[in-house]
């Protein structure tokens, strides 16, 4: 790239930096609601910032992977930062139909950022997993009946690592922030910032990477049942049953009868629509007097019923005088004819 174009750019690059950076910085530390449109316009102003200065970056090709750490200027280690802060707003975005492409997209922001640090050694850190072998390892453990404990003690104790050189880092930016912004600190002490910034964020990205797969996974389980029902959704309704008789055989209902006090002779569909035919149905809460029809129905149908109850209890009787007579009377009673 030509010098002049350089002259151009450069300048510029430290505007669009420290610019998006304060309003990230206003957007975190803002008592208003995140999904304010004071706040979405900030997120907004600021990735747009990020944005071009991470192409500014990539024309001026101001870092390579073949270059040590101590080669890179001072007043430039502040620019490996950019991915950390896109990913860092990218997440401050409210939109709950593009939350699983804005965790995804603040994912790869963050994976960008950790792995420049980690190609020019700024801390020890081992890197995140990619997308996929972390849903592999996710959907692994969940089906594990027991946790690997010693995988979760080893976790824990890596985050109580993380939050003591938090701690002990936001001390020391502190002690060098006034010097550094008044423009006072030598190259030395400028370049110990910077470093100790990316320390700073590299540990940030580390939990945010941790929340992201989480939050991840549970949207994923969110939508697999509700894709589950619509499936089910689309499958034919079976046709109803058919009510059916708990009896062991034919017989044994023909004689005992089916184990219940009694059957129902038709169902309650049957009975308000024969109610209905011979108008005994109540109208608007006052009840019609019933029909001379429903009447002679119904007056048949009981006699039907009582006849049949006259005549079991006939049949009845004459079993019982029939068991009567024969505990009276010997078998052969009566036959005279072959006695000599």
């Known amino acids: 790239m030509a010098a002049s174009d350089d002259g151009l750019l450069l300048p510029r690059l430290p505007e669009l930096f420290e610019t998006s950076k304060k ?19 900030k997120v907004s102003k600021g990735l747009d910032l990020l944005e071009k200065a991470a192409g500014m970056l990539s024309e001026l090709d101001l870092f390579s992977r073949n270059e040590d750490l101590e080669e890179i200027a001072s007043t430039d280690l502040k620019y490996l930062m950019v991915p950390a802060l896109q990913g860092a707003l990218t997440m401050k975005q409210v939109n709950p139909s593009k939350r699983l492409d804005h965790l995804q997209q603040a994912r790869e922001h ?3 950022f950790l792995t420049q640090c980690h190609c020019y050694h700024v801390a020890e850190f081992q890197l995140p997993q990619s997308k996929n072998n972390s849903a592999e390892n996710n959907t692994a453990s969940s089906s ?3 946790p690997n404990l010693v995988a979760m003690a080893s976790q824990r104790q890596a985050k109580i690592e993380r939050y003591k050189q938090k701690k002990e880092l936001e001390h020391r930016l502190s002690a060098l922030k006034s010097a550094v912004e008044s423009g006072q600190a030598d190259d030395e002490r400028v370049r110990e910032y910077y470093l100790l910034q990316l320390r700073r964020w590299i540990g940030i990205c580390l939990e945010e ?5 989480q939050e991840i996974q549970i949207l994923k389980e969110k939508d697999s049942p509700r894709e589950e029902s619509t499936s089910r959704s689309s499958l034919p309704e079976k046709p109803p049953m058919k009510p059916f008789i708990l009896t062991r055989n034919k017989a044994q209902a023909n004689v005992f009868g089916a184990g219940y006090p009694s059957l129902a002779t038709m169902t309650v569909s049957d009975w308000y629509e024969q109610h209905q035919k011979y108008g005994a149905l109540p109208d608007r809460g006052i009840a019609k007097p019933p029909s001379a029809d429903f009447k002679r129905a119904s007056q048949q149908q009981e006699d039907e019923e009582q006849n049949d109850d006259e005549g079991e209890e006939k049949t009845l009787h004459r079993l019982r005088e029939w068991d009567d007579w024969k505990d009276t009377h010997p078998r052969g009673y009566g036959n005279r004819q072959n006695m000599g």
């Open 209 to 213: 990477i941790e929340s992201i797969d």
């Open 110 to 112: 963050f994976i960008n």
């Open 144 to 146: 594990m009946a027991y």
């Open 23 to 41: 309003l990230l910085e206003e957007v975190e530390e803002t008592t208003e609601p995140t999904g304010s449109g004071t706040v979405q316009d």
